[in-house]
């Protein structure tokens, strides 16, 4: 595969996205959270199975870190 990363919306409803998923870490702690997040990465990485968009999803998510919260 080759396929592009889809930047464009692709969700029906945001906001139901960002109630499940703060939903899905409440009553965790901080390890409890970061490793429902790594599951969750690994869970959806093999359901979209194309390392080609993994690569641009992960440079793109690290630019976007860096840009928001610059190293001290």
Not at 10 to 23: A, G, Q, S, W
Not at 27 to 45: F, Y
Request: aromatic residues 6%.
């Amino acid at each position: 595969m080759n396929t592009q990363l889809k930047l464009g919306q692709n969700l029906d409803d945001y906001e139901d996205f960002y109630n499940m998923l703060t939903d899905s870490h409440h009553d965790l702690d901080d390890g409890q959270s970061r490793m429902l997040d790594a599951e969750l990465v690994l869970l959806l990485a093999n359901h979209i199975g194309d390392l080609n968009v993994l690569r641009q999803a992960f440079a793109l998510a690290r630019v976007n870190v860096e840009r928001a919260l610059p190293a001290k």
